[in-house]
């Protein structure tokens, strides 16, 4: 059985791209802060080398943990939380020799590659996971495929009453789907882009976002 680990899998889009990765009969592994699989912080370099070494041989990773756009965090080190643990993580991972026809997914956003939003380093760190994931997919294929997702308004607990409010009603009036984004809906691109359905895409940064960004 092949294994898949995903980074921040206890809520969210993780947790659902965790459902659906054993549903299509992965082992899904799950790393987070909070209880709900393995417990490693994907800040720690320490951390995460010992959860590989337990975890064994991993074809999949799935880069999806990182800090609320709403938290309080100095440029840098919400940077280094978005984007630099995607790095780490990644490093790591490629370090223990990955089995043939390994694939990553990171999670990026609509933030800062396709629009802007209030928080500065959010942006910035968005946009720098679709260049690190163009950066991979040009030096790691054809042994590993590197592709992202970013996502639109995605229902889940961090942006709880969000929807409600009236920035995220005139988002959802603006959706030609109508509606806010479901994890689900971003966990069957992600294991699409896993998957050897998408064995010749590489380095692509795939919306996930009912048309809202090519609505504006
Ligand atoms: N919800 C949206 O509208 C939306 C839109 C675009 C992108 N995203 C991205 O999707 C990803 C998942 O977001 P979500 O909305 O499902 O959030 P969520 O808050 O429901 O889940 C995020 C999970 O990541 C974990 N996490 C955070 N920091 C971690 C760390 N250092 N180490 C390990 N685990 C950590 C949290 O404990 C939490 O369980 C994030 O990268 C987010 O930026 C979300």
């Given at each position: ?57 991993a074809?999949?990773l ?21 984007v630099?643990?995607?790095?780490l ?61 970013a ?39 992600v ?26």
């Amino acid at each position: 059985m092949d294994t898949v680990i995903v980074t921040g899998g206890a809520s969210g889009i993780g947790a659902a791209i965790a459902r659906l990765a054993t549903e299509q009969g992965l082992r899904a592994v799950v790393w987070d802060l909070s209880p709900g699989g393995m417990i490693v912080d994907v800040r720690s370099r320490e951390a995460v080398e010992a959860a590989l070494a337990e975890v064994g041989p991993a074809r999949y990773l799935v880069n999806n943990a990182g800090p609320a756009s709403s938290s309080a965090l100095p440029f840098a080190d919400g940077v280094a939380g978005t984007v630099g643990t995607v790095e780490l993580v990644t490093s790591a991972w490629l370090a223990t020799d990955p089995p043939d026809g390994a694939a990553v997914v990171n999670v990026a956003s609509v933030a800062g590659n396709l629009v802007g939003t209030d928080s500065a380093w959010y942006c910035a760190g968005k946009a720098a996971i679709a260049g690190y994931t163009r950066h991979l997919a040009t030096r790691i294929a054809p042994r590993v495929r590197v592709n992202a997702v970013a996502p639109g308004f995605v229902d889940t607990p961090r942006m709880a009453g969000f929807g409600d409010t009236p920035l995220g009603r005139s988002l959802l009036d603006r959706n030609p789907m109508g509606r806010a984004g479901r994890p689900e809906d971003v966990a069957a691109a992600v294991l699409f882009l896993l998957s050897p359905a998408a064995a010749y895409v590489n380095g692509v940064l795939l919306p996930v976002d009912g048309g809202w960004t090519v609505s504006q």
